[in-house]
């Protein structure tokens, strides 16, 4: 059952901001779908036009199967959870998460009941009776998530609420959400810029550019076949190398002489073939991507770099390599104990393999919908 759908959902601010720009999706019951993107993409706005804290200006926005547009945001069955917490500081934790049921006019015994029982959820029995500043940030932030849950909404709503803790602590309560999340059968919203959390949390992954879905998927399926080199360089850490080639019909080169073979997949359209056909195309500008995790030490690899510079992360290190003829660099993640093994330092000319699957984009950034193979090595230099 879907519990919450847009369909072309806008909002254009005063002063002609387009803020969030045609957004279509739907939330299935019980899923936990994390929006991401760059700082000032509409995530929150996105938020704010679910929860009814901005009018909606064009499009349509379901919840629970009744059209929401206009609906007061006490109506909705939504609960939203923000980075600042926004407790109200002159109440006790109890009071603060009473407060929307005190509103409703609930029973004593049924207030009390509820927010006992959240209390205990999240581990907070002990707090009831302290104002929010008697609280650690972790606490405060149960305490705007115990607010949540007494009013037992349709979905949750999460807007960047783990910015404000430090790193253990996002850590510790990335995995005390999810627990929360699959006990309470929830749905949820839940935004962040941060890729690790978005990867770790979400059953499917909406990446988001200038108000608009760029990708929507699983988070493996966004890693696995990124849409575009915006979702390639947001989605996995550290993010995939782009290369710049130039690509005409079944090959693409690199600046240092590299080529590659590309072999179309069904996929791709006719129209493309046939034009190609016509007229022997030229050369276009692509990109070729490939992921740090998929380039390996090998002797015989097609890659020629010379290694720049090397992080140790513990078990394995990032390897920054120079390709001649290009000024990215490319960056390869090796387990340390090859690199200590092989006596590697900064300045030595080593060769890389690939290990996985490239990618190929087109000149507007798109995905092309070809498999790309290495097949030459990189000592031979084409004109
Ligand atoms: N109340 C507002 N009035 C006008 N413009 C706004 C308002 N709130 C946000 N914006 C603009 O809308 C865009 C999206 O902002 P926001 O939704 O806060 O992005 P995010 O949460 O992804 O950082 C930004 O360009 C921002 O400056
Ligand atoms: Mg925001």
Redesign the pocket.
Known sequence: MATLTCRQLGKT???G?R??DGIDLTLESGELMVVV??????????L?LVAGL?TISDGELEIGGTLANRLEPAQRGVAMVFQNYALYPHMSVFDNMAYALKLQKRPREEITRRVREAATLLGIEALLERRPRQLSGGQRQRVAMGRAIVREPRVFLF??PLSNLDAALRVQMRLEIRRLQQRLGASMLY?T?DQVEAMTLADRLVV?RD?RIEQIGTPMSLFETPASCFVARFIGSPAMNLLPVSHSEGCARLPGGLILETDALEAETRADTAANAEAKAPARAATLGVRPEHLRLDPQGEFAVTLEMIERLGVDALAYCRLPGLDTPLTARLPLATLEAAALREGSEIRLGVDGPLHLFDAEERRLARRARLISAATSRIA
């Open positions: 601010y005063k002063g901001q803020a969030v993107g760059p700082s000032g993409c509409g995530k929150s706005t996105f704010r901005e807007d960047e935004v810029h988001m108000g």
